[in-house]
């Protein structure tokens, strides 16, 4: 959180003091406990509703912190009035207000004796009878993806999923704990593939989001624009010959989502080679991505730079100084 909070040029600065840096990491972690334990004490419904809220405070107390969202909403809807981005913009914040509030009441969530999840299969799977049958799943930082673990953990699913961990070593502890009610096993993007690859070949599945940006990625369209993209999902599917199954999570009310596990995507071309096919796939992906996102913008987590700095500078208006 301070770090987020910071600008640029004293978060360098006081990030590179270890004194300072854990210092505010122990800060936050007061902050954030404290925040938790407010929101569990609350039902579930109020906690997301207040949790929103306090979202759309941060969004005006700390402006600054909107150029991303604004930038990469503008880029992907060149269409939109800025009224209707900036409204955007509050309901990203609200969204991710809600998900923070969420996260204590994560068990209560995915309780099937419960009617938090609506769980949709748009085509079956032998994954979904079998656990021992792999599949790759990708989704997108949409709504609360957080229940997707959870959804396929339902079914018997034996699930990898792929997580970033936080740069404050105590918040991330915290996040593990949470996450690890979801019914799946966390696999940290430090560790490569090899998790991945072994999961799949004992008949376990992978579970990624890849709508964000990655360095070194594999420049793909994206709203009509090239984003350097992992093509790590399409890959091994691929290569395990499992199927690659896109899900989306929409939020219905307060912390009732919807989760929709669409059919499984096919190569275009099966004669071209696999570098091909992976691009395919990935493009494949991305199209969903769009799909999903134009239908509810401000629920997508973009307060990162999904594109390339250059690319949003030259694209939109979000970073010129007024």
Not at 38 to 57: D, E, H, M, N, Y
């Amino acid at each position: 959180m301070a770090k987020f909070i910071l600008g640029n040029t004293f978060r360098k600065k006081a990030f590179d003091n270890p004194v300072v840096r854990h210092t505010l990491w122990f800060l936050d972690l007061l902050l954030i406990g404290l925040l938790y334990g407010i929101f569990k004490l609350l039902p579930v419904t109020w906690a997301s509703a207040l949790g929103a809220r306090l979202g759309r405070l941060f969004s005006k107390l700390f402006e600054g912190r909107n150029r991303h969202i604004r930038a990469n909403l503008s880029l992907a809807f060149p269409e939109k009035s800025a009224g209707e981005i900036e409204r955007h913009v509050g309901e990203v914040w609200a969204n991710a207000g809600a998900i923070l509030a969420e996260y204590p009441h994560i068990r209560r969530i995915i309780d099937p004796r419960r009617d938090f999840l609506e769980i949709v299969i748009r085509e079956q799977i032998p994954a979904y009878s079998d656990p021992g049958q792999p599949a790759v799943f990708v989704g997108a930082h949409l709504a609360n993806w957080e229940v997707v673990g959870a959804s396929m953990a339902r079914f018997g699913i034996r699930s990898h999923a792929m997580y970033a961990p936080l740069a404050n070593p105590w918040f991330n502890r915290l996040m593990l704990r949470y996450r690890g009610m979801l019914g799946c096993e966390l696999i940290s993007r430090d560790q490569g593939v090899r998790p991945f690859v072994n999961a799949l070949k004992g008949g376990g599945s992978a579970a990624m989001i890849i709508d964000r940006r990655v360095e070194g990625g594999e420049p793909i369209p994206f709203f009509g624009v090239d984003k350097p993209s992992s093509t790590l999902p399409a890959r091994l599917a691929l290569r395990f010959k499992a199927p690659l199954v896109p899900v989306q999570v929409e939020r219905l009310s307060g912390p009732r989502f919807r989760v929709t596990f669409h059919e499984p995507l096919q190569v275009s071309d099966p004669e071209a080679d696999l570098d091909a096919q992976a691009l395919d796939l990935t493009r494949q992906i991305h199209e969903h991505y769009e799909r999903w996102i134009s239908a509810r913008p401000g629920e997508w987590l973009c307060t990162k730079k999904i594109w390339p700095g250059d690319i949003l500078r030259a694209k939109t208006d979000a970073y010129r100084k007024t």
